[in-house]
């Protein structure tokens, strides 16, 4: 990579010293996180203190819709080792989630056999962005931050932010690895 890149992407927040893991950041405060579930009540997200969490903004009209197949696998596999796979529907790009929660739950279900846990639809980009989503843009910069559907976001078992993936980046191998990596960490 030549100087001037390299200094044009470090200007963007793509390059720190600690390259892209942001363990060095602030630790999400899961406690305080409130999500209303997809299916109606509250997810438990006090429960998610000490876990590998893979926050992942969701939508039901997206091209990218075939990647809830990988991150159903990727649950399954992982789960009992302490991953999260969380979804949160958005209708933030292109307008591709405009359903309502029932519909959203039954298109998950029935066409991917989603189990991993679905938040309420939110708003997950820009100053009206829900919580979680301004932490988790505070600690990983514009580069970070979802521009599109099937963002993910990897939060380590200490709460701060190890990676993330645009949705081009699928849920393959690289993705495996940086959640093999994080369940491997000491939290």
């Known amino acids: 990579m030549s100087v001037l890149r390299l200094l044009a992407f470090s200007a963007l927040g793509a390059v720190t010293p ?5 363990a060095a950041g602030r630790p999400v405060d899961w406690a305080a996180v409130s999500l209303e579930s997809l299916a109606g009540g509250t997810l ?3 429960d998610y203190e000490g876990r590998v969490v893979l926050l992942v903004n969701t939508a039901s009209r997206c091209g990218f819709t075939g990647q809830y197949r990988g991150l159903e696998t990727l ?3 992982y789960r009992d080792r302490g991953l999260v796979v969380l979804g949160v529907p958005s209708n933030d790009f292109g307008r591709q989630e405009p359903g309502s929660a029932d519909e959203i739950r039954q298109f ?3 066409r991917f056999g989603v189990s991993f846990p679905l938040a ?3 708003v997950v980009s820009g100053p009206a962005a829900h919580p ?3 932490w988790a843009a505070a600690q990983t910069g514009t580069l970070g931050t979802p521009s599109w559907n099937f963002h993910k976001i990897l939060i380590g078992r200490d ?3 190890r990676d993330w993936f645009s949705a081009v980046s699928g849920t393959g191998a690289a993705l495996a690895r940086a959640i093999e ?3 491997s960490a000491k939290g």
């Open 108 to 110: 998950c279900e029935v």
């Open 44 to 46: 438990p997200t006090a």
């Open 18 to 22: 600690a390259g892209r893991d942001r």
């Open 181 to 183: 990596t994080a369940l």
């Open 120 to 122: 309420a639809k939110q």
């Open 75 to 77: 649950w399954r596999r």
């Open 159 to 161: 709460g701060r932010v």
């Open 132 to 134: 979680l989503y301004r």
